[in-house]
């Protein structure tokens, strides 16, 4: 593989900084969120956006596609919505003087599938997005249809605690690369929202690069270095997530998928870009490990008990696992 350039990597850096601008000027006050939310996107994952209603998940989603030039639909999640709602149905119409079905697509045919308040849907209806997500197309009686390129599920969800909620199973969450927390506002943002916006209008942003620019930075994350011992921190620290791997794993039922893995790798490497380097590094890998590992690590009766939650014990094992296995030389590091 032919790695990226710096001249490559400071080229995308820009477009990447500029784009982050217009989500700032759609969600005020969140650029972390905004920053793991491109990270995500790049990476070519689906994010998982959780927090009260009214926050800003829906304008988020829909001010990234707005600046990206990409199509979005977006389909609201209620208990009554079937599979076949956002996968599409075959429909009886004439063709050629006969009588047969024809598939009409459904709105997952799209580039960004905004899926609004998806816990509020039934396990049924959840799980037939499984096929969509990991394998960027749908079935539909015994016959494929290929999804739009590129292709992302970015999802919101009420905290499970409300009412008229349903939690995801542990299969879907794993198809999601990120999960992340909206959080409330502070007074200052808060003055600046009813300062600059009004009920019932949508932020105005302007498209920041074309379809084709953002499929050239989709190809380029691929293209970042990853050197063999964060590749080797991202193992060990994924086999920590496992029961009888650490002492922070004792309050894990079950631990995090090799998918998890590979969303590590991939979220590294998108942040390196980000940050206009041309190597992931350990610091991109703690970075994301949170937003990549808190919603696929299991706890048991006894954690739950105590009050700990995913978070707490991914933060335990970054302190716990060591960036450097001992058995392997510290070089390649800060390339």
Do not use: C, W
């Not at 989500?23 to 927090?51: K, S, Y």
């Not at 290929?146 to 905290?159: E, G, H, I, S, Y």
């Not at 300062?195 to 050239?216: A, C, K, L, N, Y």
């Not at 994350?221 to 922070?248: E, F, K, M």
């Amino acid at each position: 593989m032919e790695y990226a350039t710096e001249t490559e990597v400071a080229d995308a850096a820009k477009h990447l900084r500029t784009l982050s601008s217009g989500l700032n000027q759609v969600l005020f006050g969140q650029e972390e969120l905004i920053d793991l939310v491109i990270t995500g996107v790049l990476a070519r994952g689906h994010i998982l956006l959780e927090g009260l209603p009214g926050l800003g998940k829906t304008e988020l989603v829909k001010g990234l596609s707005k600046l990206l030039r990409l199509g979005t639909k977006r389909v609201q999640f209620t208990p009554d919505l079937l599979p076949g709602d956002i996968t599409g149905n075959p429909v009886l119409q004439e063709v050629d003087g006969r009588r047969e079905f024809v598939f009409q697509p459904g709105p997952l045919f799209t580039n960004i599938a905004l899926a609004d308040e998806i816990n509020r849907a039934s396990p049924k209806t959840q799980s037939a997005l499984l096929e969509a997500m990991q394998e960027r197309r749908v079935t539909v009686l015994g016959k494929t249809h290929d999804l739009p390129k590129p292709f992302f599920v970015l999802a919101t969800q009420n905290p499970i605690e409300l009412e008229g909620t349903y939690p995801l199973p542990e299969a879907q969450l794993d198809r999601f690369l990120f999960k992340l927390e909206v959080t409330r506002n502070n007074v200052e943002t808060l003055q600046r929202i009813v300062s600059h916006r009004e009920i019932g209008t949508e932020p105005q942003v302007d498209p920041v690069m074309s379809g084709e620019t953002f499929e050239e930075l989709l190809q380029l994350v691929r293209r970042i270095y990853l050197p063999d011992v964060v590749a080797n921190y991202i193992a060990r620290l994924v086999d920590a997530t496992h029961p009888g791997q650490s002492p922070a794993a004792r309050g894990i039922r079950y631990g995090a998928s090799p998918r998890a893995a590979l969303g590590l790798a991939s979220a590294a490497k998108a942040r390196a870009l980000m940050h206009e380097r041309t190597n992931a590094s350990f610091e991109d890998v703690k970075a994301v490990a949170a937003a990549v590992l808190r919603h696929r690590i299991v706890l048991d009766y006894n954690a739950r008990v105590e009050g700990l939650t995913s978070n707490d014990i991914v933060r335990s094992l970054l302190d716990e696992v060591p960036f450097q296995d001992t058995a392997t030389p510290r070089t390649l590091v800060g390339h």
